[in-house]
C-alpha cells in the first residue's frame, strides 16, 4: 500500500454514515486468516432505517471493483498459460539450484504462507535487498513488475532476482549449465520448449553481462551465438516461472461475495459488519482510497511518490526515475527478441516509457488485495501494520517534501481513531482463500523429446 490517499484539508467529518442494512448477526470465516472468524454486528430497526443506502457513487466505486477477473493473457510470453510450463515453472520456484550458494530459492522471499512475501522489512537472500518484497498473489495483473516498473513482463522479471547478488546470486549461464546437467529437467524443459543446442563443456561455470568482472569477461569470451542460446534458455526458465506464478491467484474475498449480493439487488449485510461498511464508505467516498487504489486490482497501476519518512536524512531511492532506464535497457523486455509478441502493445508501451525527473522517488501503486497478510508495508518495509498506513495518510507526519516531484494531490486526510479502526476492517475484508497451488499435481507426465 503505497500511494496517496487525497481528501481536501476542510473535508468534513462524516455524520451519519449511510450503509447497507445488516438484517442479522452470523459468523463469518475471513478466508486469508484461516480459523479466525468475522461476526457481523446486528443492527436494530432504528439504525437499519438511519443507514439503508450508500451513497450512489459510492456503491458504483465498490461495485465496479469486485470481482477480479482472471489474468489477462500475455502475449509475450506463448506458453503463460501452458500446464506443463507452469508445472516446471513450479518446481523451479522451490528449487536452490537456481541460486548462486545453491541455498536460496524464489520461495525464500515469497512463502506460500506469507501470501507469497516474506514478512520482512527488507528481503534477505544471499544479502539484504533494498526493498520489501511485494506479493506475487495476483501479480499477474500488473503491467509493470517490481516497485519501479523495471521489467514489463513477469517472465523478464523472474530473471532479475536470480542474478542480483543480494538475492538469488546466480547467473542465466548456471540456469544452462543446471538445465543441461540434470536428465530429467533436461527432458522437461525439452519437452516444452524443444532441443538445447549447447554442449555442457563449451560453457563456463559462470557468465553474464553486467556481473562482476569474472563473469562479465567469461561471457564476451562466448561466442554471440552461444550467449543468444544462453539467453534464450533464462527467458524459457522465466517463461516457466511466468505460467506458475500466473496462477497464483488470492480468490473471492469477503468484499467480492458482498459486492456479488449487493449487485443481485441484496443488502451483503450478514457479510460485512457494521464497521467494515463504515471503512468501505470511507474508502470509495469521502477518503478517495479509491483515487489510486481503483479497479478490481485495487490498484492504479501507475507510480506515485507520497514522501514516505525516511529514517536518515532525503530518500536515496530514486524509484520509477531508475526503473524506466531499466525497462528499456533490458534484453528480456516485451520488445526484445526473447519476446513472443515484439510488436504487440506492451512492446510499444516500453519503447515509449520516458526516463522523467517527475518519476525520482515514485513507486508503483500496489493491490490491496490480501493486502491484511503482506506486512510490513511500503516499498521499504517502513510501516509494520495497516493502523501505521493510515495514521500516515491521516497525518502525513515525517512526510518528505520533495518540491515539485512531490504529488500535488497529497494533503492530510485528518482520520479520527474510529476512522482508522474501520478502514483496517474494510481493508482486512480484501483477503481471499489465497493460492491453491496443488491444484497442478494433476498435470500428466510428458514425454520427452529425444536430447
Known amino acids: 500500500m503505497n500511494v496517496s490517499f487525497s481528501i481536501s484539508n476542510n473535508r468534513k467529518r462524516p455524520v451519519g454514515w449511510v450503509i447497507l442494512a445488516v438484517l442479522f448477526a452470523v459468523g463469518c470465516e475471513d478466508p486469508g486468516q484461516g480459523t479466525a472468524t468475522n461476526v457481523a454486528t446486528e443492527i436494530t430497526p432504528s439504525q437499519r432505517e438511519e443507514?439503508?443506502?450508500?451513497?450512489?457513487?459510492?456503491?458504483?466505486?465498490?461495485l465496479t471493483s469486485s470481482p477480479l477477473p482472471e489474468p489477462p493473457s500475455?502475449?509475450?510470453?506463448?506458453?503463460?498459460?501452458?500446464?506443463?510450463?507452469?508445472?516446471?515453472?513450479?518446481?523451479?520456484?522451490?528449487?536452490?539450484?537456481?541460486?548462486?550458494?545453491?541455498?536460496?530459492?524464489?520461495?525464500?522471499?515469497?512463502?506460500?504462507?506469507l501470501w507469497f512475501t516474506d514478512g520482512l522489512k527488507k528481503s534477505k537472500g544471499l544479502g539484504t535487498a533494498d526493498r520489501h518484497a511485494p506479493t506475487l498473489v495476483d501479480a499477474a495483473h500488473h503491467r509493470w513488475f517490481n516497485w519501479d516498473g523495471r521489467s514489463d513482463s513477469m517472465w523478464g522479471h523472474t530473471i532479475r532476482p536470480i542474478e542480483n547478488p543480494l538475492?538469488?546470486?546466480?547467473?542465466?549461464?548456471?540456469?544452462?549449465?543446471?538445465?543441461?546437467?540434470?536428465?530429467?529437467?533436461?527432458?522437461?524443459?525439452?519437452?516444452?520448449f524443444g532441443a538445447i543446442p549447447l554442449s555442457i563443456s563449451d560453457l563456463p561455470a559462470t557468465a553474464r553481462p553486467g556481473g562482476d568482472s569474472d563473469s562479465v569477461e567469461a561471457w564476451e569470451r562466448l561466442t554471440p551465438i552461444d550467449q543468444d542460446r544462453i539467453n534464450r534458455v533464462a527467458a524459457n526458465i522465466g517463461k516457466s516461472l511466468a505460467a506458475f506464478q500466473r496462477t497464483l491467484q488470492g480468490g473471492l474475498s469477503r468484499f467480492d461475495r458482498w459486492a456479488a449480493v449487493v449487485a443481485e439487488g441484496g443488502d451483503g449485510g450478514s457479510i460485512l459488519n457494521a464497521s467494515e461498511l463504515r471503512g468501505l464508505g470511507l474508502f470509495f467516498g469521502e477518503a478517495e482510497c479509491w483515487e489510486c487504489h481503483s479497479g478490481p486490482l485495487l490498484s492504479d497501476g501507475e507510480f506515485h511518490n507520497i514522501g514516505i519518512p525516511v529514517a536518515d536524512g532525503l530518500p536515496t531511492d530514486s524509484g520509477r526515475y531508475e526503473g524506466s532506464l531499466l525497462v528499456r535497457e533490458d534484453a528480456f523486455n516485451a520488445a526484445g527478441r526473447y519476446s513472443d509478441d515484439v510488436d504487440g502493445r506492451q512492446a510499444i508501451l516500453s519503447r515509449g516509457v520516458k526516463r522523467d525527473p517527475e518519476a525520482w522517488g515514485a513507486f508503483r501503486t500496489p493491490t490491496l488485495r490480501g493486502v491484511g497478510r503482506t506486512a510490513p508495508y511500503m516499498h521499504d518495509?517502513?510501516?509494520?501494520?495497516?493502523?501505521s498506513v493510515l495514521h500516515f495518510y491521516s497525518t502525513l507526519e515525517g512526510a518528505?517534501?520533495?518540491?515539485?516531484?512531490?504529488?500535488?494531490?497529497?494533503?492530510?486526510?485528518?482520520?479520527?481513531v474510529g476512522?482508522?479502526?474501520?478502514?483496517?476492517?474494510f481493508l482486512r475484508t480484501?483477503?481471499?482463500?489465497?493460492?491453491?497451488?496443488?491444484?497442478?499435481?494433476?498435470?500428466?507426465e510428458m514425454e520427452s523429446s529425444s536430447s
Open 419 to 425: 476512522e482508522i479502526e474501520d478502514l483496517a476492517a
Open 74 to 113: 500475455d502475449a509475450t510470453n506463448q506458453y503463460a498459460d501452458d500446464p506443463h510450463a507452469a508445472e516446471l515453472g513450479r518446481s523451479l520456484f522451490f528449487d536452490p539450484r537456481l541460486s548462486g550458494n545453491v541455498e536460496v530459492s524464489c520461495a525464500t522471499c515469497h512463502q506460500p504462507d
Open 167 to 192: 538475492e538469488m546470486g546466480g547467473d542465466r549461464t548456471m540456469l544452462a549449465r543446471l538445465v543441461l546437467e540434470d536428465l530429467t529437467l533436461k527432458n522437461r524443459y525439452q519437452a516444452i
Open 430 to 444: 480484501l483477503t481471499g482463500p489465497g493460492p491453491q497451488i496443488e491444484a497442478l499435481e494433476s498435470v500428466p
Open 400 to 416: 518528505v517534501q520533495l518540491g515539485h516531484h512531490q504529488e500535488s494531490v497529497l494533503t492530510p486526510l485528518d482520520l479520527d
Open 381 to 387: 518495509g517502513s510501516m509494520p501494520d495497516l493502523e
Open 51 to 62: 443507514n439503508a443506502t450508500f451513497d450512489p457513487a459510492v456503491l458504483r466505486r465498490a
